[in-house]
């Protein structure tokens, strides 16, 4: 089977946001008072916030709502309203951007990490949108920041058998309904300075489908997953009687620097190419010091993680709504040269990460 059988393509990239848009500060402000209070130093949540790299996020509800949530049911409950709107938004524009009906679907791969339904929010979605009776689901669950890329990584091994069919990947994430009120912890209060919400859909078809993909749409080469040993408490969640209490521990970025470097340039060298042969990264933007550790590790020109600065300014970090957003952005410029490559990464919960090789197609 050569190359071209085996590739799928990327068509359409939806990210979306809920409507809520506040500036750091103000968030800064209500979230202050509800993970702290006034009795107790303020002093660290206002410097974590402040050193977060995020200039702006939007919430699932108004800010002012946040104080007065009422435990998990409701928290869980706003999860899955607005997670089906923002879900539905970005299904539906992702499919027209890829002039494609909700009918042409054949597999939808949903991921989450911050709510929890049964029936999960991808059979919510198929009466919603319109997608046939006969679609094949993938809810995932517990992948957290890392998603993004092993959802698209999934859906191109399910496509490499069907190479005529159309894949979409849906991935909502709403952080600011885990943030736990009353929680001093180190840990909940960067969570509630660093993570945002919002969700994002991408089209992803067959290799039979190639030509219509387009000439700029870029295809899915390969993969690979990782994970790292004796690292389950580096990041995840306690799931307990008021949700989803985070859990991060401060060596993150040491991890990264200890095994990234090792990993790409393993998996580049695997099909003949090294850093240099990149001409798109496009990475998860875990923090500031997750993306100066991904910079330094791979020796990166300046600007290469542009976008994914970018959005964590814009946005914060989406868990695994982040790195497609970042997706969308790189693939809303001016394509690279034919024959370019890219390369998609997440790091998350494991912990672990995944590496998605992209090529743009030849003139």
């Known amino acids: 089977m050569g190359d071209d059988a085996r590739v799928t393509s990327i068509v359409s990239v939806a990210p979306v946001v809920p409507p809520h848009r506040y500036a750091q500060q103000e968030i800064t402000e209500a979230f202050a008072a509800m993970v702290i209070g006034d009795s107790g130093s303020q002093a660290l949540l206002r410097r974590v916030h402040a050193s977060a790299g995020v200039a702006h996020r939007n919430l699932a509800m108004p800010l002012s709502q946040y104080g007065t949530l009422d435990g998990f049911q409701e928290a869980n409950d706003t999860f899955i309203e607005v997670g089906l709107d923002l879900a539905t938004e970005a299904v539906t524009r992702a499919l027209a951007d890829a002039g494609l009906?909700?009918?042409?679907?054949?597999?939808?791969l949903f991921t989450s990490v911050t709510g929890i339904a049964a029936p999960s929010l991808d059979a919510?979605?198929?009466?919603?949108?319109?997608?046939?009776?006969?679609?094949?689901?993938?809810?995932l669950f517990g992948l957290g920041c890392v998603a993004g890329a092993a959802g698209v990584a999934r859906l191109h091994d399910v496509l490499r058998g069907d190479p005529g069919g159309v894949a979409v990947l849906v991935s909502v994430e709403l952080c600011s309904l885990t943030v736990q009120r009353d929680d001093a912890s180190v840990a909940n209060q960067v969570a509630s300075g660093l993570f945002g919400d919002g969700a994002a859909a991408v089209v992803l078809t067959g290799a039979d489908r190639a030509a219509a993909a387009g000439p700029?749409?870029?295809?899915?080469?390969?993969?690979?997953?990782?994970m790292y040993a004796d690292t389950e408490r580096v990041m995840g969640w306690d799931i307990g009687s008021s949700g989803f209490r985070i859990v991060l521990d401060a060596s993150v970025a040491d991890v990264v620097r200890a095994n990234l470097e090792l990993d790409v340039k393993g998996f580049l060298a695997d099909h003949d190419l090294g850093p240099d042969d990149i001409a798109r990264w496009i990475c998860h933007p875990g923090g500031p010091k997750v993306l100066d550790a991904v910079a330094e590790s791979l020796n990166l020109p300046e600007g290469a993680l542009a976008h994914s600065w970018a959005s964590l300014a814009k946005v914060g970090n989406l868990s695994s709504s982040s790195v497609l957003h970042v997706l969308g952005a790189t693939l809303a410029d001016p394509p690279p040269p034919p024959g370019s490559h890219g390369l998609l990464m997440a790091m998350g919960p494991g912990f672990c990460a995944e590496l998605v090789l992209l090529r743009w197609p030849d003139a």
Request: aromatic share 0%.
């Open 101 to 108: 009906t909700p009918h042409d679907v054949d597999v939808v």
């Open 124 to 139: 919510r979605l198929v009466g919603r949108v319109g997608l046939r009776p006969d679609v094949k689901r993938l809810p």
């Open 216 to 226: 700029t749409a870029p295809r899915v080469v390969t993969s690979r997953s990782r």
